[in-house]
């Protein structure tokens, strides 16, 4: 019998300290509006192309070939959690957009304020007037409010509504019989009405009863509005228990991270989360100023990808060149390996997360070198890492800070 | 239900020849010291680079990304034995690397002479005098045959030692009924007693118990001694019974190595082991004498990592540039596929075994080329076989000798 192979068991415990910064979205495609440049092409990155003719350059692939990734799985993925097998629910990850704590026994679900007919059918998913029209945020946190008073307990279950944006909101069900193993009520289309949920396993058939209750008794509450007259519930799911990165890894790990949904991720990995803090350079004072405290530090830049998807190319570019400015600080107080990466590419000129590998950098005394000169998807390309799956990544930035013995002798 | 694909069920027994020319240790990174060459870099090779410009070239990842490997796991990755699933036991390992012929049903352990006190607390686990110093081969081979006049036997179990280097040792349970699944009697500290050995399966109660009982035996012959006064084990292990590369790849295989430990592990998949040869010379003429004798070559140059190993760049410089001045000699009888690698890769910057991908070249009739002008980590990286593991690599050498059927129809 083999005994299977997991690099956790030639992880040693060190003092050395690993940095992950992580620009959200940072791949991208050439743009035929500029050059056909990409933006890290366009960006002047003084700072980062003097780090790459000391680091090693690759490309990683996030999911899988041709896979576009949410935020969830490209992150996990840098982690060392294959994505492939660690999923996020779809309630727990709005859940974690929206700042929401969660208790292990809660089931989250994401939520849409929708308008129905009077036969039932759904005319509009986004809740608004007419066909098109979307749920102002005010108007979901004015339906959040009235749900909030009318229907707050089904049972020994209760739920907890928090808004989002627009028509968005996430439901909570909290109590210890809460189940979460069953189907959507959302239909994902209009002229049709709202899904009976149904249990997926035995265990889950009253929270499945519950579930569908609420719907009924809120859709009542909601009944009098011309629009935004219903609900509908999707992505039922629980906080995972996964194994965290200091049971996997022996790391001492803390998240700077801004956004809800990033730093969610990082603490169902077991991460603490520092003060959020706006823009690169805030974020990269408070890896120095916590430099002692941990031995591996995820630091996220968000507004890579916030550009990229709205499809602005210079503001791309700019906020690169801020993080290239901020670098210094960093450098100076220079990790035993430091990574460079995104997630996910978002090419400006898809306005949306794509499939394609993402530029990485490894710098460490023991690192080597390619012949790259700047840090662009191009010399990536032909880096000494070449081009391989985001989950592996952290095998060699754990190496790279010399924490894993040698395997077999 | 799929069928497993394996590249066994597409294999054709065919004449053409394989020779796998293993540089132990030869990938590198730049080396500060040496104007941030390589050793390949740095190397006068006009016979290798001559033979680039025919051939591809890439980079293989032993084991796994950022996972140093062993000369155990480096070697079965070259040979398409996935050495995630393919692990040889300690015990084996050094019985090979002291050339101890072991016989199916014998199980090998591991041992040091330690240092101990009167509590049988260990002091020193090099088995010298004080807290620092280590037990001289001398020193070890004297307690060695003490202990083979008073402790040759418990109950059937014959036990056999060998002396290795400094405090090793090699002991030899032999009988029908002795089994390897027990754990280390080493607790691999200082500090604390020598462990008890225990069964980890049914079948192993009794051997653990034998095994006990050796090393209490033993170490009270060994009492009077000043220091090296104990002995401890660990990895107990027998011969896998794996299948050869006969039965996998149809292939009569032998080996050109000259030390034990890579004659054993060729052994052990099967190939006949040639007349040892010191240098490359030697070795390819031993190609060429017995070319119509078999049809793979696996040809091991060990010094290229001792100088790895040893931080002695020049002296690896002159390895890879007496490998590349002996070339010709194997050149002058080509064989279909000539693969050019290492085992792993061994910086002499880092004096040890390292997780970088190794430099790898496929010559054969029909390897196609690619723009790469050196056999160096750089032009690797841009090669045409790119960055792959190194289990995936024979199947590669046994396509380029047209022994490969196509795959479907």
Chains 1, 2 share one sequence.
């Not at 992580?22 to 991208?28: A, E, I, K, Q, R």
């Not at 492939?84 to 679900?109: C, H, K, W």
């Not at 070198?369 to 890492?385: A, H, M, P, S, V």
Request: aromatic letters at 8%; glycine letters at 8%; hydrophobic letters at 35%.
């Amino acid at each position: 019998m083999f005994k299977k192979f997991q690099v956790e068991d030639l992880v040693q415990e060190t003092d050395s300290k690993i940095v992950m910064l992580v620009m959200d979205g940072v791949g991208d495609i050439p743009h035929p509006d500029y050059d056909f440049k990409t933006p890290l092409e366009a960006a002047k990155t003084p700072n980062m192309d003097k780090l790459t003719e000391k680091s090693v350059l690759g490309r990683i692939v996030p999911v899988h070939y041709g896979i576009t990734p949410g935020s969830g799985p490209g992150h996990l993925g840098l982690f060392g959690y294959d994505p492939r097998n660690y999923t996020l629910g779809r309630g727990v990850m709005e859940a974690l957009g929206l700042d929401i704590q969660m208790f292990p026994s809660d089931v989250a679900a994401r939520g849409n304020f929708v308008t129905m007919d009077k036969n039932g059918i759904i005319l509009n998913r986004r809740g608004g007037k007419g066909e098109e029209a979307r749920l102002t945020t005010e108007e979901s946190t004015e339906r959040v409010k009235l749900l909030s008073e009318k229907v707050k307990k089904i049972l020994s279950i209760e739920i907890l509504l928090t808004p989002g944006l627009d028509h968005r909101f996430v439901a909570i069900f909290r109590g210890r019989e809460i189940r979460a193993n069953m189907t959507d009520a959302d239909p994902q289309q209009t002229g049709k009405p709202i899904s009976q949920i149904r249990a997926l396993d035995s265990n889950s058939q009253i929270s499945a009863q519950i579930a569908n209750e609420f719907i009924l008794r809120a859709n009542k509450v909601l009944a009098d509005f011309e629009y935004g007259n219903a609900l509908v519930l999707r992505g039922f799911s629980k906080r995972p228990n996964w194994p965290t990165m200091k049971q996997r890894f022996k790391l001492d790990c803390c998240a700077i991270a801004e956004y809800p949904m990033y730093r969610g991720i990082a603490q169902i990995l077991g991460m603490d989360k520092l003060a959020a803090s706006s823009g690169a350079e805030e974020a990269f004072k408070t890896y120095v100023k916590n430099h002692d405290k941990y031995n591996f530090f995820f630091i996220h830049i968000k507004k890579t990808d916030s550009y990229g998807e709205s499809g602005l190319f210079e503001e791309k570019v700019k906020v690169i060149e801020d993080v290239d400015s901020a670098l210094p600080i960093i450098l100076d107080k220079m990790p035993d390996t430091l990574v460079i990466t995104g997630d996910h590419s978002t090419p400006v000129y898809m306005k949306g997360h794509s499939w394609h590998p993402v530029p990485i950098l490894i710098h460490s005394d023991y690192c080597g070198t390619d012949q790259t000169k700047r840090f662009t998807e191009n010399e990536c390309n032909i880096g000494g890492l070449s081009t391989f799956p985001a989950r592996h990544m952290m095998n060699l930035a754990l190496a790279n800070a010399m924490k894993l013995e040698k395997y077999g002798a």
